[in-house]
T-cell receptor, first 116, second 109 residues
Framework: NAGVMQNPRHLVRRRGQEARLRCSPM?????VYWYRQLPEEGLKFMVY????????ESGMPKERFSAEFPKEGPSILRIQQVVRGDSAAYFC??????????????FGPGTRLTVT | LAKTTQPISMDSYEGQEVNITCSHN???????ITWYQQFPSQGPRFIIQ???TKVTNEVASLFIPADRKSSTLSLPRVSLSDTAVYYC??????????FGQGTELSVKP
């Protein structure tokens, strides 16, 4: 039973380029969450999605960041016009359907974004 | 929102029992207490969750006093591979997990 998969594992972008991070949740999971971890800091919640719906995006920066979880395919976190401050590890997590307040979320290995 | 406070770092030796205490003075009646473990360059991993008294699984034990204002994660006989950051979380506000700074545990030979 494959876990949460994220790709790419490492991504290098120049300032001003776009970054696309992909997340495939565990089989049967319909809730996806994105978190960001800056160097030497804890994880910060960004967005919570269900299939075709954004449930909570209170942690997303107002500009340049967007997320989607289409009916088919992986969840995508998109960062437009990246800046050096976007350099971080981005983690995706998933949880099974049912009550959304699931404390047990399953995390992927993360995508490490470096902006040069 | 119940804020959590835990030590920034702890040192231990192989074979010892490690207890990491987390305080959460403003915990709400319907909040649960959850602990995650994170190794370098990996995503966090769920360890244990509890509401009150004691919970034990194959990895750890969680002790919660009656007032629930604190909790203690107990790791029996740690090994080098238990070196990681341990996060105490309270509630998840409808889906999202609120991580604090965590406790960086270093296990020495």
């Amino acid at each position: 039973n494959a876990g949460v998969m994220q790709n790419p594992r490492h991504l290098v972008r120049r300032r001003g380029q776009e970054a696309r991070l992909r997340c495939s949740p565990m089989k049967g999971h319909s809730h996806v969450y994105w978190y960001r971890q800056l160097p030497e800091e804890g994880l910060k919640f960004m967005v919570y999605l269900q299939k075709e719906n954004i449930i909570d995006e209170s942690g997303m920066p107002k500009e340049r960041f967007s997320a989607e979880f289409p009916k088919e395919g992986p969840s995508i976190l998109r960062i437009q016009q990246v800046v050096r401050g976007d350099s971080a590890a981005y983690f995706c997590a998933s949880s099974p359907p049912g009550h959304p307040s699931s404390y047990e979320q399953y995390f992927g290995p993360g995508t490490r974004l470096t902006v040069t | 929102l119940a804020k959590t406070t835990q030590p920034i770092s702890m040192d231990s030796y192989e074979g010892q029992e490690v207890n990491i205490t987390c305080s959460h003075n403003n915990i709400a009646t319907n909040d649960y207490i959850t602990w995650y473990q994170q190794f370098p360059s990996q995503g966090p991993r769920f360890i244990i969750q509890g509401y009150k008294t004691k919970v034990t699984n194959e990895v750890a034990s969680l002790f919660i006093p009656a007032d629930r204002k604190s909790s203690t994660l107990s790791l029996p006989r740690v090994s080098l591979s238990d070196t990681a950051v341990y996060y105490c979380l309270v509630a998840n506000q409808g889906g999202k997990l609120i991580f604090g700074q965590g406790t960086e545990l270093s296990v020495k030979p």
